[in-house]
């Protein structure tokens, strides 16, 4: 186990923070961990049918566009149930007819705390997409065999993306939602 005994706030920023720890290591020598401080966020697989609800957005640090399942941020004090199905309404005009917790992982815990909150859901259109200012989303229908064929050629990459959809169809597969 590492013990910090030291910790600087490098930056505070509108989604996540970074600190640098001063750490002692198990065998008694010293070093500095970075660790981005994030507040959570969610994500949903949502199923219309036999269809996958996507959605394709430009994703700067990576510099394309990607195929998602849609997700956001937590706010504070918010449930991840209650976020789930405000995101799936502001980026696609999606409801849930029903929500179930599929899992909650730890994203890049080697240099950050962020965990993402995954649920899988069947889903009905409400309404017209009304994302948040600055954020561009497009909702995409896509077949959910032609779904996992694009995660093995490589074309979906998002790790909850790959992470959410593989263990819903485990789950679809078992009857467990049933």
């Known amino acids: 186990m590492e013990r910090s005994v030291g910790e600087e706030r490098i930056f505070s920023g509108r989604i996540l923070g970074l600190e640098r720890h001063t750490v002692i290591l198990q065998d008694g020598s010293v070093a500095l961990r970075e660790v981005v401080r994030h507040p959570g966020a969610v994500a949903i697989v949502a199923f219309v049918s036999e269809q996958l609800l996507l959605v394709r ?3 700067f640090p990576v ?3 990607m195929l998602e399942i849609p997700a ?3 706010d504070p004090g918010e449930r991840p149930e209650d976020c789930a199905r405000r995101e799936l309404l502001e980026e696609t005009g999606y409801v849930p007819r029903f929500l179930h917790k599929l899992i909650t992982i730890e994203t890049s815990p080697g240099f950050s705390d962020e965990i993402i909150h995954i649920y899988v859901a069947e889903v009905e259109k409400s309404q017209e997409p009304c994302p948040d200012e600055g954020e561009f989303v497009e909702p995409v229908l896509i ?3 032609e779904v996992l064929d694009m995660i093995i050629g490589g074309q979906i990459t998002d790790s909850k993306t790959v992470s959410g959809i593989l ?3 485990a789950g679809r597969e078992s009857d467990k939602y049933d």
């Open 143 to 145: 077949d959910s065999k």
């Open 72 to 74: 956001g941020k937590l």
């Open 63 to 65: 510099q394309k566009y």
């Open 167 to 169: 263990l819903a169809f």
């Open 57 to 59: 957005q430009f994703r």
